[in-house]
């Protein structure tokens, strides 16, 4: 009875850490908010989640509420660590040469064009509809991760690599479309200010400081300043992560780097905490009037066919084209029909997809029909994704490790 008390408890254990772990919990807390807002509790959510909370100091155009908070400020410890991730490959990892980052940086374009294509194709004739355009341009490295990770031996390492630096690709072009479209007037003094303290960060690097208080305290006046300047404040993790330094000061190896050291200390914070809270606030969304057939009309539709379409006919289409024209290689013991299904999963676009709607519907009543086919295309995208690459005949698959 203790041994397997023991066993299970290191079951449990080896599940939290794993990313399996941190999906399922985003996932639950995701579904906690859909079904609190279809609930009799419905209108204390709204309230919980509107609770105010401005701080004068950061004037008018700081966060106001709780769900302020965490979409403008602690999602950019979300897409700092983001960056952190991608530097490292880049650094050190999967991504360390020209040829392997230009592979999925090609497909991450690749499946940005041709799912806002999608989407305006489909919207056409709808003018307020036409702002969603970035909606479906996004994949979810949250969920994705968990699915590949679940298929084992059906993908090949090479093609997990692929696909997680596509992914993080992704989020980060997300999150540039988020800064440059998403944004509001741009105020010139605060640009300044956000330009200077870029500037002191980039410094900062070049000189060899190394001391983390540095960068988060430029981090956090970076973020102040943008607030104001018209650039989406989540920004600021962008920055930040790309001029925190790679590098230890000293020959000593066991040293570690102030990179890695953020990013074990962030991660487990995103992971466990911000994206199910994210969740938890932005899926809450009422299902009073929603019906079957609102998924024909033309944002949850748009959104849908940008998904489940246009995302893997994208990333599949510039991989492929890169290869033929010999920009990149493509990964190794991966055959072309494995490439595909790791395309199709690329339309599990959740966490970018929802915040880009947010901003690109506020105050709108497109919004919810938006998260409708977010979640539609997303869903729609795993299981076929998942089907296409478990269910793949057994000569073309990598051979067991």
């Not at 279809?38 to 959510?45: D, E």
């Not at 001029?243 to 040293?255: E, F, H, I, N, Y």
């Not at 076929?384 to 793949?392: A, C, D, N, T």
Request: net charge positive; hydrophobic share 55%; with cysteine.
């Amino acid at each position: 009875m203790t041994e397997a008390f023991f066993a299970f408890s290191a079951h449990i254990r080896r599940f939290l850490i794993s990313p399996a772990g941190g999906a399922s919990v985003l996932l639950l807390a995701s579904i906690a908010g859909l079904m609190l807002a279809n609930s009799p509790w419905a209108l204390g959510y709204t309230s919980l989640i509107t609770t105010p909370m401005k701080l004068f100091l950061l004037g008018s155009h700081g966060p106001e509420n709780i769900e302020a908070w965490v979409s403008d400020g602690l999602m950019t410890l979300f897409f700092l660590v983001v960056v952190l991730e991608i530097k490292k490959e880049i650094v050190s990892g999967h991504l360390s040469s020209l040829r392997q980052v230009a592979l999925p940086l090609v497909g991450a374009l690749g499946g940005m064009v041709v799912p806002a294509l999608t989407y305006l194709l489909v919207v056409y004739g709808h003018p307020e509809a036409t702002r969603g355009w970035a909606i479906p341009v996004a994949t979810d490295a949250a969920f994705t991760l968990p699915i590949i990770l679940a298929l084992g031996r059906h993908v090949s390492p090479g093609a997990r690599a692929w696909l997680m630096a596509l992914a993080i690709f992704d989020d980060v072009l997300g999150i540039v479309v988020i800064a440059l479209f998403y944004g509001s007037a741009l105020y010139w003094p605060a640009l300044v200010a956000a330009t200077l303290v870029t500037a002191s960060l980039i410094g900062a690097n070049r000189t060899g400081i190394r001391t983390l208080w540095t960068y988060a305290i430029g981090g956090v006046a970076l973020w102040i300043a943008l607030l104001d300047s018209g650039l989406h404040p989540t920004l600021a993790g962008v920055i930040t992560g790309l001029c925190l330094p790679a590098t230890t000061s000293g020959k000593d190896v066991r040293q570690v780097t102030p990179l890695d050291r953020t990013s074990s200390m962030l991660a487990p914070l995103v992971t466990w905490v911000i994206l199910p809270l994210f969740g938890f606030m932005n899926v809450g969304v009422s299902l009073v009037g929603i019906y079957p057939s609102m998924m024909l009309e033309a944002v949850p539709l748009g959104i849908i066919l940008g998904l489940i379409v246009g995302k893997p006919v994208g990333v599949f289409g510039a991989t492929l084209l890169s290869a033929r024209l010999k920009i990149a290689t493509l990964p190794g013991e991966t055959p072309m029909r494995m490439l595909f299904g790791l395309s199709l999963l690329c339309g599990v676009g959740f966490t970018i997809s929802l915040f880009i709607a947010n901003l690109a519907f506020a105050g709108s009543d497109l919004v919810t029909p938006a998260k409708m086919g977010i979640f539609v295309g997303s869903i729609l995208s795993a299981l076929i994704g998942w089907f296409w690459l478990r269910f793949l005949p057994q000569h073309n698959r990598p051979p067991s490790r």
